[in-house]
């Protein structure tokens, strides 16, 4: 499985980043997702989009993230507004609508920072 998340940074609390995750074309066609895990913490879902443009969100991003796809592109986006210091954590993107099995290699992500 080849994706590529990419995006993060250090960002004050109220800023905005995009993060982007590339995949190859046989992975692209069905749902993707947004993962994040914070420092200590297990790693959660953030939001999620089927092959169609239907998404579901974490209740403690709605209203300020949304994600979308370029199908073209092969490319998921992460579009996060309104950070807070509690959004800091490695951003990861997977393939699929269900959490991905335990032996999923999750690779290295993309840390986001909000702080002052």
């Known amino acids: 499985v080849q994706l590529q998340a990419s995006g993060g940074g250090l960002v004050q609390p109220g800023g905005s980043l995009r993060l982007s995750c590339t995949a190859s074309?046989?992975?692209?066609?069905?749902?993707m997702s947004w993962y994040r895990q914070a420092p200590g913490k297990q790693r959660e879902l953030v939001a999620r989009?089927?092959?169609?443009?239907?998404?579901n969100y974490a209740d403690s991003v709605k209203g300020r993230f949304t994600i979308s796809r370029d199908n073209a592109k092969n490319t998921v986006y992460l579009q996060m507004n309104s950070l807070k210091p509690g959004d800091t954590a490695v951003y990861y993107c997977?393939?699929?609508?269900?959490?991905?099995?335990?032996?999923?290699?999750w690779g290295q992500g993309t840390l986001v920072t909000v702080s002052s």
């Open positions: 074309g046989s992975i692209f066609n069905n749902a």
């Open positions: 997977a393939p699929g609508w269900s959490r991905p099995s335990p032996t999923y290699y």
């Open positions: 989009i089927t092959s169609g443009g239907s998404t």
